[in-house]
């Protein structure tokens, strides 16, 4: 029989091209026609299959009721997954509209599912029912809380607006990040003046003419405005006043008058996100945002981030006292800035830990990093990765992995690294598909994707600590993905509370600063010497310096405007850009300070409602990685203790959302989380 072509094959489970018994995703047929053709198709069926749930006749049970309607959401779930992730990574303009048009289709599909009122009653009557097992009862409730989030109980003039605003907000979202994408595809500081590059290093003029030659000015240098270029200019360049332009670049991104201008977008995501809550009889967007958080308020995690604010502030402001002094030194003429601060700040490094930026770089080339990463996981949790040279792709530049725990294998990873024109900026990870045990098992599909500068021809990609930490954060995520044991998709690692999410990633972090890990592979890419223990110990006083990302005033800043914005949300207008100020004058944020991200472009904020008033889950999710990290840290075998690994990927990895989160963490740990942890570890 002839395989289905088109959007018919996208609808079929995904086929064993690689021969290895695992679906893979047919990146080939994924052009955006055939792939509208099929979404239409998988909506059509899920709104008839769910109809025909709600208005059975039949005695509601778990297997009628609650996992078919599980298992209806899986065909479009996985096309869903598809269309956002090749939007997000380049695939061009016709599947970023795509994305765009049917972003409000699929929002407006659940709010239609939320309005069949006699679904609900059916998901209650199977709750009555004393005979389920636990992970069948957690799926019912988690099933039913998701309805009645989006809506369920409301009358029938409320969920004609809630329906109406839901669309909306899904459709500014996509904008939001479409205009930020393409802003920072255009905003380019062009150099024409060799005196310009006062300070840059070899490879970064080298990759700054290779920039200037691919946009038709050779002979030139431009730096794009995007993280991987900014931040070495800005920790490298003597020129003052370039490093200001720079900056104000950067931290400009998207509120500039024209197209892609994000303060108006802003403005109506925060009206609408407040409307949607009163509908819900919630006061703010904050406090229907915290409804499935760990935190139990927005004031409980306001207190969290106040708190971690005051322990911050007087080290960060004698460290910045330090800074000036040293930029005193070098000529400075008044106050120290943002945009000063990552030049001395390595200057620092060299004169106080004797530690130079670059000097770490040939040890961690990204094969480098990417062996690492595979070692520990499998040290970890046994996990084998193999290459698939015949997986398809959908980027050249994409690698494939099969992973297998033992004999099992649990699903594909796939990495895609470096930047490229239209993909979306920084790092992420992204399900393709998520495990499931019915009808039929299928494993985890899932993408590590990062925005890392692209080598010259011939040369190893060398990163900087702070990428490489950034691939072990993402890969961390993976992890929780690849191992999770979950039966349904509603219960899997995706699912847990969005402050409980970064508990994986975040600790993930800490092998990278593993001494046995750097003697083993972070090895110089021409010579295959290992880090010298100098240097290694000059990088781990430096860290223990700068801190984590959670523990700087840059993110507690952003974190605190987020959650003070969504407490603001009510459905009345809010000037973003005002309260933002309001917010940074009344911390007494230093002048040398600003938040990691500034309202226009930031990304967590106003791109997706997942992390809306959710940006302090970071510090919540670092609060549970130290006290998980002093699990293994007092063991004999420090962080490689088997026994604390296998408790560990028991009762967190595995477990995915089969019970809450705050039931998993006392499962290994049996207490209640505490800040002082993390704060111990950097003496604060």
């Not at 993280?227 to 490093?243: G, K, N, Q």
């Not at 670059?358 to 046994?382: H, I, M, N, Q, T």
């Not at 993909?423 to 598909?433: E, N």
């Not at 670092?622 to 690994?645: C, I």
Request: hydrophobic share 45%; aromatic share 8%; with cysteine.
């Amino acid at each position: 029989m002839a395989a289905a072509t088109g959007a018919a094959s996208l609808l079929e489970p995904w086929p064993d091209v690689a021969g290895i018994g695992v679906g893979l995703p047919p990146f080939e047929r994924l052009e955006p026609r055939s792939l509208e053709e099929a979404l239409e198709r998988a909506l059509d069926e899920r709104r008839e299959f769910v109809a025909a749930i709600a208005s059975s006749q039949r005695q509601p049970t778990f297997e009628n009721t609650v996992e078919a309607l599980e298992l209806s959401a899986v065909p479009l779930a996985r096309l869903g997954n598809l269309l956002r992730h090749l939007a997000s990574t380049g695939s061009g303009e016709e599947m970023l509209a795509l994305h765009q048009r049917m972003a409000p289709r699929l929002a407006a599909l659940e709010d239609e599912i939320a309005g069949q009122r006699d679904l609900l009653d059916r998901i209650a009557a199977v709750l009555e029912q004393e005979c389920l097992t636990a992970e069948r009862r957690r799926l019912t409730e988690v099933l039913r809380e998701r309805l009645r989030l989006r809506g369920a109980s409301l009358e029938p003039e409320a969920r004609t607006r809630w329906t109406q605003v839901n669309a909306r907000l899904s459709e500014l979202q996509v904008r939001f990040m479409r205009n930020l994408t393409a802003e920072q595809d255009a905003l380019v500081l062009w150099l024409a003046d060799e005196d310009d590059l006062d300070g840059l290093g070899a490879e970064q003029r080298a990759a700054m003419a290779d920039a200037a030659n691919k946009r038709g000015r050779p002979g030139q240098w431009a730096l794009p405005i995007q993280r991987p270029m900014v931040w070495p200019f800005l920790t490298r360049s003597r020129r003052r006043d370039l490093r200001e332009k720079v900056w104000k670049l950067w931290m400009g991104r998207g509120a500039n008058d024209g197209e892609h201008d994000n303060r108006p977008v802003m403005a109506e995501i925060l009206r609408l996100r407040g409307e949607k809550a009163r509908l819900l009889g919630y006061p703010s967007y904050a406090d229907l945002a915290m409804a499935t958080r760990m935190a139990a308020d927005p004031q409980e995690a306001l207190d969290l981030l106040l708190e971690v604010w005051r322990a911050v502030e007087a080290t960060t402001r004698r460290q910045l006292t330090e800074l000036h002094e040293l930029a005193r030194a070098d000529g400075l003429d008044g106050e120290l800035q943002a945009w000063d601060r990552l030049y001395y700040a390595e200057k620092h490094r060299q004169s106080s830990f004797g530690l130079d930026a670059d000097a770490v770089r040939p040890y961690l080339s990204l094969d480098a990093v990417k062996s690492a990463l595979f070692w520990s996981a499998e040290r970890l949790y046994g996990l084998r990765f193999r290459r698939l040279d015949e997986a398809p792709v959908y980027h050249p530049e994409v690698e494939a992995f099969l992973v297998h725990r033992g004999d099992d294998p649990l699903g594909v990873l796939w990495l895609d690294l470096h930047q490229r024109e239209g993909k979306s900026p920084g790092s992420w990870q992204a399900q393709l598909q998520a495990r499931s045990s019915h009808p039929v098992p299928s494993l985890v599909h899932t993408v590590v994707v990062s925005s890392l500068p692209r080598p010259r021809d011939g040369e190893p990609a060398l990163l900087v600590w702070e990428l490489a930490n950034v691939l072990f954060h993402e890969f961390g995520h993976a992890l929780h993905m690849l191992l999770c044991r979950a039966s349904y998709p509603s219960l899997g690692s995706l699912a847990v509370e969005w402050d409980f999410i970064e508990l994986p990633a975040l600790l993930n972090e800490r092998w990278l600063r593993d001494r046995e890990l750097l003697s083993l592979h972070a090895r110089h890419v021409e010579t295959g010497e290992p880090m010298p223990e100098e240097l290694v110990a000059s990088l781990d006083e430096a860290l223990r310096y700068d801190r984590i990302f959670s523990l700087t005033l840059e993110y507690l800043a952003t974190a605190i405007v987020d959650l003070r914005l969504h407490q603001l949300a009510d459905g009345r207008a809010i000037d973003a850009m005002a309260v933002e100020e309001e917010v940074l004058s009344e911390l007494g944020v230093p002048a040398a300070v600003e938040p990691l991200l500034r309202g226009p472009h930031a990304v967590h904020t106003f791109s997706e409602e997942v992390y809306a008033a959710g940006v302090y889950s970071y510090l919540w999710a670092d609060v549970l990685a130290a006290e998980a990290g002093s699990l293994f840290e007092q063991t004999p075998g420090g962080l490689w203790e088997p026994r604390v690994a296998d408790r560990y990927r028991e009762t967190i990895l595995e477990a995915g959302s089969t019970a809450p989160a705050a039931e998993l963490f006392r499962a290994l740990i049996d207490r209640a989380p505490s800040p002082n942890a993390l704060l111990d570890r950097f003496g604060l």
